[in-house]
Nanobody, 123 residues
Framework: QVQLWESGGGLVQAGGSLRLSCAAS????????MGWFRQAPGKEREFVAT????????YYADSVKGRFTISRDNAQNTVYLQMNSLKPEDTATYYC????????????????WGQGTQVTVSS
């Protein structure tokens, strides 16, 4: 069982930055592919970024490429999402997800989820 806790959300002006963190309670954190997703009100949950178990491979949604960076610290059981040049359309609840396999960019491919952290970008 993997438990995930996101933090770091908040209110920021357009063009600003936030860094989200996701702490995991699992002994073998390095065995899990980690991902970030987001969901805006009235919309489906969408893929943001994913990082491989060792952290060498990352993959981003086109909408955040060049602005967001996913990273992980396996010694600290934590995955991060650095978000720069934020836009109002980035406003959403951001979720951390984990899977022991090789998930793609779809929510149903991930087994474990955090409760989410709210990010609001004002114009």
């Amino acid at each position: 069982q993997v438990q995930l806790w996101e933090s770091g959300g908040g209110l920021v002006q357009a063009g600003g930055s936030l860094r989200l963190s996701c702490a995991a309670s699992v002994r073998t954190f390095s065995s899990y592919t980690m991902g970030w997703f987001r969901q805006a009100p009235g919309k489906e949950r969408e893929f943001v970024a994913t990082i491989s178990r060792g952290g060498l491979n990352t993959y981003y949604a086109d909408s955040v490429k060049g602005r967001f960076t996913i990273s992980r610290d396996n010694a600290q059981n934590t995955v991060y999402l650095q978000m720069n040049s934020l836009k109002p359309e980035d406003t959403a609840t951001y979720y951390c997800a984990a899977d022991g396999g090789r998930p793609g960019p779809h929510p149903h491919e991930y087994d474990y989820w955090g409760q989410g952290t709210q990010v609001t970008v004002s114009s």
